[in-house]
């Protein structure tokens, strides 16, 4: 006689996501609640939700269950749980997540979702993002996402940004995402050989970005831009370049003499000697001068 059999059937998910749905932000039968952001927004949630599906916010109401067990004057289990520093519809939309595997998102959130997909440990959320960012990313946002790559060690969206950039840098040079890079990430960008700009254009933008990070900072240019200015090939240039970088240098002492007496000593020298090789390569962007011709060695 055959034995019993067992099967697990699927139903319809996409009702059953639906239902789901309908319980975000909902008051009915929710038993916790979140106060969120500057507006002091209330968000309604279910507390089995939360935590069946979040490591973060199992520990957070199972640590608020326990003290409204032992003492009286603590935070009661449905809270009010206050988030003041994240937005209301960031936080929404992790709760939509949390609630239907699923997320509605638009290019002034996404960075922040994905902020908070990391901190709340939200693999799958993350990776949605990291999609939207990619599949929206614009002149005006990737310095900004490539920052947010770096911050969260996506290193996928990172290449993806760098690439974006290599495409179009002069455009995005004269963004103010660009002004409000770290020093470590901006370098990092300046090794590419694929960056589509001219040096001279390249030093330029560096020094603006420098005075920008030194008032916000509080801090001498040199000492801000002193990573990121390594990268600069400044044996590229040409002799009336160097002279005219020479005299801005003057004023706000952006990079080192000895930089420049390097670049000075290629021009002298009819070579790269004692210059490290991928400062005499040109970039894709890089106009042609005359004296590139003696740097061939260490070109690409």
Known sequence: MAGPCSARLQGDVAAFTAALRTLVNNPQFSDVVFVVGREQQKVFAHRCVLACRCQAFRGMLGQAQVGSQDSSSSVPPQGPFILGNVQPEVFLAVIEF????????????ALEVLTSS????????????????KDTLSVEQVCEALQAAVTYGQVDLQQHCLAFIEGCTTAVVRTQGFRELSDVVLAQVLRSDRLAVDELDLVQAVRE????????????????????????????????ELVTL??????????P?????????????????GVPSHLCRPRWGTRPRDHHRHLEPHAK
């Open 209 to 240: 970005w420098a005075h920008v990070s030194s008032a916000v900072l509080e801090r001498p240019v040199p000492e801000v831009a002193a990573l990121p200015v390594r990268e600069l090939r400044l044996p590229l240039l040409a002799p009336s």
């Open 118 to 133: 990391v901190e709340y440990g939200l693999q799958d959320l993350c990776k949605l993002c990291v999609k939207f960012i």
């Open 257 to 273: 003499v000895e930089n420049i007496a390097a670049a000075w000593r290629a021009h002298a020298l009819r070579k790269g000697s």
């Open 98 to 109: 949390l609630y239907t595997n699923s997320v509605t998102l638009n290019s002034h959130i």
């Open 246 to 255: 020479e005299s801005y240098n003057q004023q706000d002492l952006l990079i």
